[in-house]
């Protein structure tokens, strides 16, 4: 049966929303400075949107077809889904995001296998679930009748569908016993239907609501067996039933709608949506005839939403005809395998001046988003007219992938030969109890030792010192000048505020991870190669192109000068090797542990340097650990062994009097407790605040039994703890865990804070610890 409405030829599911020059990053800081007002907020987001759209319809997506997809946000997806509905009100939108003085933000975890940050809604029985904010509605009609003269677009509104909505909020504090929120699946699906009513009326001819929730494991674990097939079907079965809808378009990213769980391709085939989106990167196609899908337009994710390297055109267009002949489907079209929100906005921003790794050959094996748009747009037209009409740009591709195979520094002979030697003994240290003895006795720290993650605010003079050095304004000298003066500046502060272990703040330091790719052989760094993280905060994510290898120390003369200011001991500080992976673009033409160990030797050299330089304490952060965990289960064993091992080849060559710490954060930790164990750090620090210490339970039922510093402090969040509320947590540390064990420390890195707050938050840290202290 034909589709009613036929589906476009070519989409992407996304498009990244912080703005080429992050537009929404400073209109969002400017009003929570108070510098701007609410209007002038929504007219910066205003015409932000429209000229995404119509770059996208610039790059050749239809204007008139709903192939524009409308995928804005002021802060977060979930939490527009959250307002949509009534559960969190709108007045509160950046309250729910950020805090203020009285009430907490909302917990904040990974989206999936990303890097980026969504909020967790609260939902209980009596949170109110209704249609309470038309924005896709409003969005859709600014675009399709715009007032500033400009071009008209018909988009797609994007929205977060209900069983994946539901799927990631938590039950609200004094929920009932047993409680989950998708127990309100009806009353979120009657106000999803009142939004299809709305969209109907205004005239979307498409809409799409995101279901990655179908592929992952990680989210519907707890569920029984055929709950969540019986979920998708009584949700769109209603859905589809709304009069006078736009069509629907469920997209499925980041993984494989047939699993060891189950096949959630089934009912959303047997369903009365109209299209369906796969992810043909990280799942898999259709082989054969899946009843229903024959009435449906399928849209193969052919093109990587998720990494930046060009796609092989001749590949995909193969595989693009393979399915269109194989699964019997009403239509075939070509789109990105997620949203384009992870991936920069287009490599021509970039200056391709072999600075920094930026060799100009480099550009030709990239695509970023804007490139991405282009191949959707080359393999719907092969598709459609066959691969003569684009032979061309196959030619272009192919010769681009042909160069990167063949260049100097993707294979380093000494690199894997050094890999290939590595054994058993590679990944051991000494048992633990001989190694606590040994630091003990090194380091002679009261119950309850207090430090901080690493970082300390980087004050606009430190940034304006690193860009005026960056551009030559500024010589190495004054530079270093600078930056000493700032480490010695929190030294001081550490040594007044009483802390027992410190840090050197890392001012020098622009990003955790692109600090050290600047210094490895084998990476690549962008100028302008911005991807949003959470909010208004945004990253630019190493290129990893090459083998891995330390041509130089990459830390030690910084922590050398922080421990000759003081008596104290000093941390060395280290981004993990699963964490730089997880955080770079990483090389897509090996096995990832292979990567992982050529990282992970480098930091070993590293940790030996930092020991001869005298370094009693060194950490080797992980927060990524959790992150890239496989969504289905089948897959999650391999991964976790090749991580937990390179985290051991990282860290195994360190003395037993030498202390390693780690940090975990934004992480469903229960999930990999077993893996924290196998890291066999001596201390490891795991973001607790938002969650209230929901972890610790989890780390004593599982036996744990070293170091542990669960966060007692959310640095996410501008307000100040009370040194009440910080002693109240820490004592529920204690209580559940073994005092002898506990640190206390913040969630995280204090870099995004400022002065004030975080000076204040600290001395109610240490203040806690010492009441507690005195308790025990």
């Not at 990832?592 to 370094?615: F, I, N, P, S, Y």
Request: a negative charge.
């Amino acid at each position: 049966m034909p589709i009613a409405t036929p589906f476009p030829g070519g989409t992407i599911l996304g498009y990244p929303r912080i703005g080429r020059r992050r537009e929404l990053k400073r209109a969002l800081e400017a009003r929570w400075a108070g510098r701007t007002t609410d209007a002038e907020l929504e007219a910066a987001s205003r015409a932000l949107r429209l000229a995404t759209v119509r770059r996208l319809v610039a790059l050749g997506l239809d204007p008139a077809d709903g192939s524009v997809p409308s995928s804005f946000s002021p802060y977060d997806q979930v939490l527009d889904a959250a307002v949509l509905l009534g559960a969190v009100p709108a007045a509160d939108y950046f309250v729910a995001a950020r805090g203020d003085g009285a009430r907490p933000p909302l917990e904040m975890t990974k989206w999936f296998d990303t890097n980026y940050h969504y909020l967790v809604p609260e939902i209980g029985p009596d949170t109110p679930l209704t249609f309470a904010d038309d924005a896709p509605v409003r969005w859709f009609a600014e675009a399709a009748r715009p007032d500033d003269g400009g071009q008209a677009v018909v988009t797609r509104p994007v929205v977060v569908g209900p069983v994946t909505f539901l799927l990631l909020a938590k039950a609200a504090a004094g929920a009932p016993v047993g409680f989950r929120p998708l127990d309100r699946l009806d009353d979120a699906v009657a106000a999803y239907a009142d939004l299809l009513a709305a969209l109907g009326a205004a005239g979307a001819p498409w809409v799409q609501l995101d279901e990655p929730a179908l592929v992952a494991d990680t989210v519907t674990g707890h569920l029984a067996p055929g709950a969540l097939a019986e979920a998708v079907t009584r949700a769109y079965a209603t859905l589809t039933a709304v009069p006078g809808r736009p069509a629907i378009l469920v997209a499925a990213p980041y993984g494989d709608l047939r699993g060891a769980s189950g096949d959630h391709l089934a009912p959303l085939a047997a369903s009365d949506v109209e299209a369906i989106a796969v992810d043909l990167v990280r799942g898999s196609a259709p082989t054969g005839l899946v009843p229903g899908l024959e009435s449906k337009a399928l849209v193969a994710g052919l093109v990587d939403g998720h990494n930046v390297w060009r796609a092989d055109l001749a590949a995909r267009l193969a595989q693009a005809a393979r399915l269109q002949a194989a699964t019997g489907t009403g239509a075939v079209a070509v789109g990105t395998s997620t949203s384009l929100l992870h991936v920069p906005h287009d490599v021509e921003d970039e200056t391709w001046d072999g600075a920094a790794g930026r060799d100009p050959r480099l550009r030709d094996w990239l695509a970023f988003a804007d490139q991405k748009v282009a191949e959707v747009v080359t393999l719907a037209r092969g598709l459609a007219h066959g691969p003569g009409a684009v032979a061309e740009q196959i030619a272009a591709a192919s010769a681009a992938l042909a160069d990167r195979a063949a260049a100097a520094g993707v294979v380093v002979p000494a690199v894997r030969e050094r890999v290939a030697r590595l054994g058993e003994a590679d990944v051991a240290r000494a048992p633990y109890r001989e190694r606590a003895a040994a630091q003990a006795a090194r380091l002679s720290l009261p119950p309850l030792p207090t430090t901080t993650i690493g970082s300390f605010p980087q004050t606009p003079e430190i940034r304006a010192a690193r860009a005026a050095w960056a551009r030559g304004a500024l010589d190495d000298a004054a530079y270093e000048a600078a930056m000493r003066a700032e480490v010695a500046r929190v030294v001081a502060l550490q040594e007044e505020l009483g802390l027992d272990v410190l840090v050197h703040g890392e001012p020098e330091r622009n990003d955790m991870v692109q600090h050290f790719a600047e210094r490895l052989d084998g990476f690549a760094v962008t100028a302008g190669g911005w991807v949003q993280s959470y909010g208004s905060r945004c990253v630019r994510p190493p290129i990893l192109w090459g083998d891995v290898s330390r041509p130089a120390p990459l830390t030690v003369a910084w922590t050398r000068y922080a421990q000759s200011l003081t008596a104290k001991p000093v941390k060395g500080m280290l981004t993990g090797p699963v964490t730089i992976l997880a955080w770079s673009f990483v090389r897509d033409d090996q096995p990832l542990g292979d990567t992982a160990a050529q990282v992970a030797l480098a930091l070993r050299d590293e940790v030996a340097d930092l020991e001869a330089a005298g370094a009693a304490v060194v950490q080797v952060d992980e927060p990524a650990l959790r992150e890239l965990l496989p969504l289905r289960r089948e897959d999650q064993r391999a991964y976790l062994d090749w991580a937990v091992r390179a985290f051991r080849l990282a860290t195994a060559g360190a003395a037993p009097d030498t202390q390693v710490h780690t940090h975990l954060c934004y992480s469903e930790f229960g999930e990999v407790i077993d893996a924290i164990d196998g890291l066999d750090a001596d201390v490891t620090s795991l973001e607790a605040a938002r969650s209230r210490m929901e972890i610790v339970p989890q780390l004593r039922d599982a036996g744990y039994g070293r170091g542990i510093g669960p966060g007692v402090y959310d640095i996410h969040s501008p307000r100040v703890p009370s040194a009440g509320e910080v002693t109240e947590l820490l004592r529920l540390a204690v209580r559940a865990i073994e005092p002898a064990l506990v640190w206390v420390n913040p969630d995280c890195g204090l870099k995004t804070r400022g002065y004030a707050e975080t000076t204040e938050s600290l001395r109610h840290l240490v203040a806690a610890a010492r009441a507690v202290r005195a308790s025990l």
